[in-house]
């Protein structure tokens, strides 16, 4: 199996990102692969979530040290108690970096030629956990990706902004890389017993089909995220018998068959999505206004 790098997107915060990152990791060794998680968010959550934070920037093992410095993949990377995940973590160095380079040309590929010029194909996966904003951070991990996939909350305006994001990505895949595969959604923080969710699903899967998106998983809402960034380990481990442990272990499984690194000669169109439709809007329209309500 080559190497496959998929980003986790959304130029929108919030909305499972990292979550799906750190967890899908876990679930991708689950089911046999070796995974290196890049963390390419300077507020670094998903090295917090996994207990590295201090440790690795004490050590220097961090993504933009890896990057500003050149250094080698056995210099920055990080174990974790499992052989078979890896992490380069994140830290503020990173938004120095963005910084920084911002004015070099070909700061874009920084990550792409750091990954071409290591060892990586120890790795089946590597995942690319990103932050939410359309800069020279983003462009970096697209730029170096094969796939990106697109995690969303249940929520009145899915879309929104990602008509920003679809637009800098077709810039990208019309010059830095043309094979840029878009592997579809993930619904996050579902919750199945809501009438508002439920409706919701079925006229997005309607939406999607229509244009042609995949919608990947679907990821139940569930408590034990919140509480699992103190126990420093995904969920995926810690409570593998969870529905929310399966549905991650379940996603792995489908998107496994379609690692195959770069697709030579496969190029693919961005979706054209303008906006969340008005009916998928109009269905949060009922729901009482919870935040941010003055009281006269
Ligand atoms: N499946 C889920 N169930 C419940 N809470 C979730 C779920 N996924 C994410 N969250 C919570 O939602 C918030 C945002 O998730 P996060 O993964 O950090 O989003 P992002 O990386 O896109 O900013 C966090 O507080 C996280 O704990
Ligand atoms: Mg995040």
């Not at 109009?282 to 206004?289: K, N, Q, R, T």
Request: aromatic fraction near 6%.
């Amino acid at each position: 199996m080559k190497t496959s790098i998929i980003a986790i997107t959304n130029q929108k915060g919030g909305v499972g990102k990292t979550a799906t990152t750190v967890n899908g990791a876990a679930a991708f060794t689950e089911i046999g692969l070796k995974v290196l998680l890049i963390d390419l968010d300077y507020q670094a959550n998903a090295t917090s979530y996994l207990g590295l934070k201090h440790k690795a920037k004490q050590k220097g093992r961090t993504a933009s040290q890896a990057l500003l410095k050149d250094l080698p993949l056995d210099r920055v990377v990080s174990t974790t108690s499992n052989p078979n995940l890896d992490v380069i973590a994140g830290d503020m160095g990173l938004s120095k970096l963005s910084r920084e380079k911002i004015l070099d040309p070909g700061a874009a590929m920084l990550l792409k030629q750091w990954l071409e010029s290591n060892s990586i194909s120890k790795y089946d996966i590597i995942l690319i956990d990103t932050h939410p904003s359309l800069d020279l951070l983003f462009q970096m991990a697209m730029t170096a990706s094969h796939y990106y996939l697109v995690p969303m909350f249940a929520e009145a305006d899915p879309f929104d902004g990602l008509e920003y994001m679809f637009n800098e990505i077709s810039q990208i895949k019309m010059g830095l890389n043309k094979q840029l595969f878009f592997l579809g959604l993930v619904i996050t923080k579902f919750d199945k017993a809501n009438a508002t969710h439920k409706k919701f699903l079925s006229l997005l899967e309607d939406f999607c089909k229509e244009h042609k998106i995949k919608i990947r998983g679907i990821i139940p809402d569930s408590k034990a995220v919140a509480s699992s960034s103190s126990l420093q380990k995904p969920l995926v481990w810690s409570n593998p018998k969870l529905p929310i442990a399966k549905s991650h272990i379940q996603l792995a499984r489908e998107l496994k068959p379609e690692m195959k690194g770069v697709r030579m000669g496969r190029t693919q169109k961005t979706p054209a999505i303008v906006e969340t439709p008005e009916h998928i809007v109009a269905l949060f329209d009922e729901e009482p206004v919870s935040r941010n309500v003055e009281v006269f």
